[in-house]
């Protein structure tokens, strides 16, 4: 392991950085805050603070294809089809769902292509 001095110095590295990117204006002060109160105390310790986005506390995650359903069985919400908004909430779902399998699929050629530059000695 790593000694104590090194840690340190990694940290305040880590801590530079990111005030160098919040003064910059490329981080909002919220995402500063919550990035810098999850980094390891000084000496190495880690951290007790968990970003609220990422604690649900038994609850489920953000996306729940049950809940989904059960929000299509609304008439009051847009994934109904008979919502005078569903054909936007349609679209928005479908573009998000796009964009991820366009990412997935780039990454996956993106791989396929590192790695066969790599495996050619």
């Known amino acids: 392991m790593a000694d104590k001095a ?3 110095r990694s940290l305040n590295t880590i801590r530079t950085e990111l005030e160098y ?3 910059a204006g490329v981080l909002a ?3 500063f805050n919550s990035i810098a109160a999850q ?3 000084a000496n190495g ?4 603070y968990i970003d609220p986005y990422y604690n649900h506390n038994g609850a489920p995650p953000p996306y ?3 809940q989904v359903a059960q929000q299509a069985q609304d008439p009051n919400h847009p994934a109904h089809p008979d919502n005078p908004k569903h054909h936007e909430w349609v679209k928005n779902f ?3 769902f796009g ?3 366009l990412w997935g699929a780039g990454a996956t050629a993106g791989s396929d292509v590192f790695n066969s530059v790599w495996n050619k000695t």
């Open 94 to 96: 479908a573009q998000k």
């Open 39 to 41: 980094l390891p105390q």
């Open 45 to 48: 310790a880690p951290s007790q």
């Open 99 to 101: 964009n991820a399998a």
């Open 21 to 23: 990117l919040r003064d």
């Open 6 to 8: 090194q840690i340190n």
């Open 64 to 66: 729940n294809p049950s």
């Open 29 to 31: 002060p919220p995402q």
